[in-house]
Nanobody, 114 residues
Framework: QVHLVESGGGLVQPGGSLRLSCAASGFIFSDYAMRWFRQVGNQERELVGRISADGTTTYYGDAVEGRFTISRDNANNVMYLQMNSLTPDDTAVYLC???????WGQGTQVPVSS
């Protein structure tokens, strides 16, 4: 079965950096584009960015463009989100999903606060 596990979240100060991981199993990881979303409370999820199946193409939302970088390691079925220059507006639960399969992980919390 499709299974996604986000990790790497935790309290970080404004201006700091953090790298999140999304470990995938239950499907052929290298065949699917992946996405990162974030969610504040019960608000609508916001697209952070996406990456193509082969990792050569990425897209980022306006709020994170230039600060966040998505990458993937298809040999180990892991997608990453490198977050730099974090601000309190980045505080959210970060989730990964598979484009086309409709599956979500549980998310990892990223509080940005001093």
């Amino acid at each position: 079965q499709v299974h996604l596990v986000e990790s790497g979240g935790g309290l970080v100060q404004p201006g700091g950096s953090l790298r999140l991981s999304c470990a995938a199993s239950g499907f052929i990881f290298s065949d699917y584009a992946m996405r990162w979303f974030r969610q504040v409370g019960n608000q609508e999820r916001e697209l952070v960015g996406r990456i193509s199946a082969d990792g050569t193409t990425t897209y980022y939302g306006d709020a994170v463009e230039g600060r966040f970088t998505i990458s993937r390691d298809n040999a180990n079925n892991v997608m990453y989100l490198q977050m730099n220059s974090l601000t309190p507006d980045d505080t959210a639960v970060y989730l990964c999903t598979v484009l086309g399969l409709g599956q979500w992980g549980q998310g990892t919390q990223v509080p940005v606060s001093s």
